[in-house]
């Protein structure tokens, strides 16, 4: 069974969608995270959901 670890950001409903795209990329590039979950509301705030796996090390002996 697979496990992630999730990280939510809340961005305000100033933010482009060039600086949120930004934003994101950099979470997946140097951070692993993976887009889970995206809401935009009518108001224009955005709440995103990324995702990562959790890789455990498991004793051979």
């Known amino acids: 069974m697979l496990d992630y670890s999730y990280l939510v950001l809340h961005l305000p409903r100033g933010t482009s969608r060039d600086a949120a795209r930004q ?26 959901r990324l995702r990562r796996k959790i890789i455990r090390a498991v004793k051979t002996m």
């Open 23 to 48: 934003l994101l990329t950099e979470h997946a590039e140097y951070g692993g995270w993976e887009l889970d979950r995206l809401r935009l509301y009518p108001d224009g705030r955005r709440d995103v």
